[in-house]
Nanobody
């Protein structure tokens, strides 16, 4: 099964930007939907953004207008551009395939703090 390695997390100030990357160990061309999830301390993991093979995107309301998900099937990579970061965006971010979940990767820590 495909495994994912997330990177790009860092400490950022409120209002700042980060770009997360997700590298897949195999082809994502067969995965109709790819998504970014996050898990904040003491909270359940939630799907925050998804993108289909055809480029259709969907976002949870809390990130709409601030985050942008994209994928490159040739590079087996998914990105999450995060702008106008807020304190509540602090979490560990993971990528996976909604509807066809595989083992979770290590995730990448995003900390938004002044």
């Amino acid at each position: 099964q495909v495994q994912f390695v997330e990177s790009g997390g860092d400490l950022a100030q409120p209002g700042g930007s980060l770009r997360l990357s997700c590298a897949a160990s195999g082809s994502i061309s067969t995965l109709y939907k790819m998504g970014w999830y996050r898990q904040a301390p003491g909270k359940q993991r939630e799907l925050v953004a998804s993108v289909t093979l055809y480029g259709t995107t969907d976002y949870v309301d809390s990130v709409k207008g601030r985050f942008t998900i994209s994928r490159d099937n040739a590079k087996n990579t998914v990105w999450l551009q995060m702008n106008s970061l807020k304190l509540e965006d602090t979490a560990v971010y993971y990528c996976n395939a909604p509807g066809r979940l595989t083992d979770w990767g290590q995730g990448t820590q995003v900390t938004v703090s002044s």
